[in-house]
């Protein structure tokens, strides 16, 4: 089951988030609840192991961080944590998601294509070792329409 959460659940998120990255780029709880708390954030929580973090502002929705555990990797939850984000980003208004990738990272370059998502922009050395981000853009399907 996947749950929209806020900042209440960030020890919860923070725990997923640090069996799923490595210790330098986990997020702790207290940056979590923090973005939680930004005007338009929100959490999901996979009991099976899984989060995600979005923001839905206006016209524009960002997906700031999405993981899964090791140990409940390639069954799906990844697919369906982002189609809870976009579901509740059309929920709340949001025309279209965008968020950014490692150049390298082919498992979430190959979820976010199975999504939608296409490349519209490069950030050149985003990342500390000196790697390059893929900027991703979906459209979201608007609520309410036939089969959102
Ligand atoms: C990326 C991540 C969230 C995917 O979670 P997941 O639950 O394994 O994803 P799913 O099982 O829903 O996979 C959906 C699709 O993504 C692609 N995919 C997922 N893992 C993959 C891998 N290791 N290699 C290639 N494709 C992969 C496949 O197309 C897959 O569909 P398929 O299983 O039918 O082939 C997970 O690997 C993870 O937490 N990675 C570490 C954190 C991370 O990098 N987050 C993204 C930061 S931008």
């Not at 919860?12 to 210790?23: D, G, Q, R, T, Y």
């Not at 976009?86 to 979430?108: C, D, I, K, S």
Request: net charge neutral; proline share 5%; hydrophobic share 55%.
């Amino acid at each position: 089951m996947i749950r929209v959460v806020g900042p209440a659940h960030a020890p919860a998120l923070a725990a997923v988030h640090a069996e799923a990255f490595a210790p330098a780029e986990a997020w702790d709880a207290a940056s979590l609840a923090a973005q939680l708390r930004l005007p338009g954030g929100y959490g999901l929580l996979a009991e099976a192991g899984g989060m995600a973090l979005a923001q839905a502002a206006a016209e524009q929705s960002d997906l700031l961080t999405i993981a899964v555990i090791p140990a409940a990797r390639r069954a799906g939850l990844g697919a369906a944590l982002l189609r809870a984000a976009m579901q509740e980003a059309a929920r709340r208004g949001a025309a279209a998601m965008f968020l950014e990738v490692a150049e390298t990272n082919t498992p979430a370059r190959a979820l976010y294509a199975a999504a939608g998502f296409v490349p519209v922009g490069r950030r050149r050395d985003y990342y500390t070792d000196g790697g390059d981000a893929l900027v991703l853009r979906a459209g979201l399907i608007p609520c309410g329409s036939a089969g959102g």
